[in-house]
C-alpha cells in the first residue's frame, strides 16, 4: 500500500502534506524493519532446531525424551541462543512431531519386515554374483 493511500485511510493523516506523511510512514517502515543482529536464526531454519530433532530421533533409551525442558535446553549453547520460553514451545511441538515420526517409523518398518517375509531377498543376483 502507498503512502497516498495510507494517508486518505484516515481523515487525521490528511492534516499532514503528502511528502510529509510519505518520510514518516518510511521511518516507521524503517524502524520496523531494523533487526537486532544478536537474534538467533529463525528456530525452523536454525542448526539448533537440526541438533534437538536429531537427539530425539536418534534417543533409543528415552534419556532425552524424559527431560525437562531446562534441562535438555541446557544441552547444547546453540539452544541456549533462544530464550527458554521460547524454546519450551519449540520443544514441546519437536517432541510431539517426533514422536508421531516414530510412530510411523515403526510402522514401516513393521510393513517392510512383513514383506520381506513375503518376497524374501535372494542371496546371488541373476548373473550368479552374491548380494
Given at each position: 500500500?502507498?503512502?497516498?493511500?495510507?494517508?486518505k485511510?484516515k481523515p487525521c493523516f490528511?492534516?499532514y502534506?503528502?511528502?510529509?506523511?510519505?518520510g514518516?510512514?518510511?521511518?516507521l517502515?524503517?524502524?520496523v524493519?531494523?533487526v537486532?543482529n544478536?537474534?538467533?536464526?529463525p528456530?525452523d531454519?536454525?542448526?539448533?532446531?537440526d541438533?534437538?530433532?536429531?537427539?530425539l530421533l536418534?534417543?533409543?533409551d528415552g534419556?532425552?525424551?524424559?527431560?525437562?525442558v531446562?534441562?535438555?535446553w541446557?544441552?547444547?549453547?546453540?539452544f541456549?541462543?533462544?530464550?527458554?520460553?521460547y524454546f519450551?514451545?519449540?520443544?514441546s511441538?519437536?517432541?510431539?512431531?517426533?514422536v508421531?515420526?516414530?510412530k510411523?517409523i515403526v510402522?514401516?518398518e513393521a510393513f517392510?519386515?512383513h514383506d520381506?517375509?513375503?518376497i524374501?531377498?535372494?542371496?546371488?543376483?541373476?548373473?550368479g554374483?552374491?548380494?
Amino acid at each position: 500500500m502507498s503512502a497516498e493511500d495510507l494517508q486518505k485511510l484516515k481523515p487525521c493523516f490528511q492534516t499532514y502534506g503528502k511528502g510529509q506523511f510519505k518520510g514518516y510512514v518510511l521511518t516507521l517502515k524503517n524502524e520496523v524493519l531494523k533487526v537486532n543482529n544478536n537474534w538467533p536464526s529463525p528456530w525452523d531454519k536454525s542448526e539448533a532446531m537440526d541438533d534437538a530433532k536429531s537427539l530425539l530421533l536418534n534417543d533409543s533409551d528415552g534419556t532425552y525424551q524424559s527431560m525437562n525442558v531446562e534441562t535438555f535446553w541446557n544441552i547444547s549453547p546453540l539452544f541456549q541462543e533462544y530464550p527458554l520460553e521460547y524454546f519450551e514451545k519449540y520443544y514441546s511441538k519437536m517432541k510431539d512431531s517426533v514422536v508421531a515420526s516414530k510412530k510411523i517409523i515403526v510402522k514401516e518398518e513393521a510393513f517392510l519386515r512383513h514383506d520381506r517375509t513375503l518376497i524374501p531377498q535372494q542371496s546371488t543376483s541373476k548373473g550368479g554374483n552374491p548380494q
